[in-house]
């Protein structure tokens, strides 16, 4: 044997070898990334049904408030990600239609809404997914949520009560389509497969998407008279 085969030490390796070493250092790297990325899995999922119990203990104990605060955070979030949408860049964010939806959302989930929920289990017990949907969406959906969301986001939008009884009145079929068309098999499935603590909180979660279009349509021509304005200005 030649003496860069005795000696393993010898800086001038083969090919072979240092291919070897090459691909022994990928698959270590493969496999710590993996282990990682299972461990990150692990911890994400751990938080997460902590953070679940947790809310549930706590929407348990007080249902009312905890609805209230989760609507307050969610409907927030809806109406700033539908001025984002449909603002020009550089306008000013539009306070108090932000405040308008937010109150609204609070005291609506926290009250009225979280008191039927609560019914609906009584008077039909732990089943009944399907009329308890059909009777929220048609009845609480149509005839509470929308009259109730247009009359006080325009009070508190500065609109008397006959513009928003008109405005309610003008969008009133659009506006009950939508909500019939999105939430009768939402609410199916929530009282289907969600909790009772937990059914605000799966109702909010897709209030953001309901919410941000009926904040689109609710203040398009609110939208449209600012934008309107500050043309005239400029």
């Not at 119990?53 to 927030?76: F, M, N, Q, W």
């Not at 809404?113 to 399907?130: I, N, P, Q, T």
């Not at 929530?190 to 909180?201: E, G």
Request: charged letters at 15%.
């Amino acid at each position: 044997r030649s003496s860069e085969q005795r000696n393993p030490r010898n800086p001038r390796l083969s090919p072979t070898y240092l291919t070897s070493v090459q691909a022994h250092v990928r698959s270590s790297r493969t496999q710590s990334m993996i282990i990682a990325m299972r461990a990150a899995r692990r911890s994400f999922s751990s938080s997460f049904w902590e953070y679940t119990s947790a809310y549930a203990r706590v929407s348990d104990e007080h249902p009312h408030k905890v609805a209230a605060i989760t609507a307050c955070c969610v409907l927030g979030s809806a109406d700033a990600t539908a001025q984002l949408l449909t603002q020009p860049v550089g306008d000013q964010f539009d306070w108090q239609r932000w405040r308008a939806l937010v109150v609204w959302g609070t005291l609506f989930y926290g009250g009225p809404c979280r008191f039927l929920y609560a019914r609906y289990d009584r008077w039909w017990g732990s089943g009944a997914a399907v009329r308890k949907a059909l009777v929220d969406v048609f009845g609480n959906g149509v005839f509470l949520m929308c009259p109730t969301f247009y009359l006080t986001t325009g009070s508190l939008k500065g609109q008397s009560l006959g513009d928003s009884v008109r405005q309610f009145q003008d969008e009133w079929v659009q506006a009950s389509t939508g909500t019939i068309a999105f939430w009768l098999p939402a609410c199916t499935l929530n009282f289907a497969f969600v909790p009772p603590h937990s059914r605000i909180l799966a109702i909010t979660a897709l209030s953001f998407l309901h919410k941000t279009w009926l904040s689109l349509l609710s203040n398009s021509k609110r939208v449209a008279s600012r934008l309107s304005l500050d043309t005239a200005t400029s």
